[in-house]
């Protein structure tokens, strides 16, 4: 179980150093995810919402409050400590590697001990929309577009297979028959392993297959619960939501 208690951040005009330049993006945040649970995180941006998933990594350090992990205060653990813990993340933007292949990538997060062979590499790809015999042997570098790093990245992270996987907008630079895969691959994700899942994103498709809705604004949970409960508001227009306010 994730517990988020009374967490906050802020960022600061470090050359201004006044007071009044101190913004604070996550206000005494309080949440709590259940194991086994899919959650969806949604909210105007600028909310707060990709911030907190990065307080979640340990890509940021709030200024304040505790991050809870299965019992373990982890607040103050780095990237790798939270990773060796079970705990996942695929950036909105996937970071390039010079000179390692899709394979190894992909071999790699799957752990030495799974010894993932090139066919079970593939499938993984496969199953992000992306041609296998293609990807398999490229480098992770700037000769693959935003889009096919985006599959990848998420490819490696299905191979970890952790307790929890964080996504930050994966839908971002995806084409919408790869999209389609997507949601079926998080369906299938969550059907068939007991991994919890949150997903920070804007797409309804990805609202409509979570257990649970949580909306960011202003930094803080303005609203949580089942599509039923969360969706009809949304859907009216973010212009009038009053979760949004």
């Known amino acids: ?25 996550i206000k005494d945040l309080n949440l709590t995810l259940k194991d086994h649970t899919f959650t969806a995180i949604t909210g105007p941006n600028g909310g707060g919402k990709s911030t907190l998933a990065k307080l979640i990594m340990g890509i940021e350090r709030p200024t304040s409050g505790h991050i809870i992990w299965n019992g373990t205060d982890i607040t103050e653990m780095n990237i790798t400590e939270r990773a060796n813990l079970g705990i996942s993340f695929a950036f909105q933007q996937p970071v390039r590697f010079k000179g390692i292949k899709v394979k190894d990538l992909i071999t790699l997060s799957a752990g ?6 090139a066919a079970g590499a593939c499938e993984y790809l496969s199953k992000v929309g992306l041609c296998a015999r293609d990807y398999i042997n490229r480098d992770v570098d700037a000769s693959l577009s935003g889009g096919e790093l985006k599959r990848i990245e998420i490819a490696t992270i299905i191979a970890r297979n952790t307790p929890l996987s964080v ?3 994966p839908e971002a630079g995806i084409d919408l028959w790869s999209f389609n895969n997507l949601i079926k691959v998080f369906e299938e994700l969550h059907e068939t392993s007991s991994n919890s899942l949150v997903i920070i ?8 297959i979570a257990d649970e809705i949580v909306v960011i ?19 009216e227009g973010t212009g009038s939501c009053k979760y949004y306010q």
């Not at 802020?10 to 050359?15: A, G, K, L, N, R």
């Not at 030495?112 to 062979?117: A, E, G, H, P, W």
């Not at 604004?217 to 859907?235: D, F, M, Q, Y």
Request: glycine content about 4%; overall charge negative.
């Open 201 to 208: 994103s804007h797409q309804e498709r990805i609202l409509n």
């Open 167 to 169: 996504f930050d907008e």
């Open 1 to 25: 179980m994730l517990e988020l208690q009374n967490l906050s951040f802020q960022v600061s005009d470090e050359d201004a150093g006044a007071r009044e330049n101190v913004k604070e993006i």
């Open 217 to 235: 604004a202003n930094g803080s949970v303005k609203a949580r619960g089942t599509k039923s409960e969360i969706l009809p508001e949304l859907l």
């Open 112 to 117: 030495t001990d799974k010894k993932l062979s």
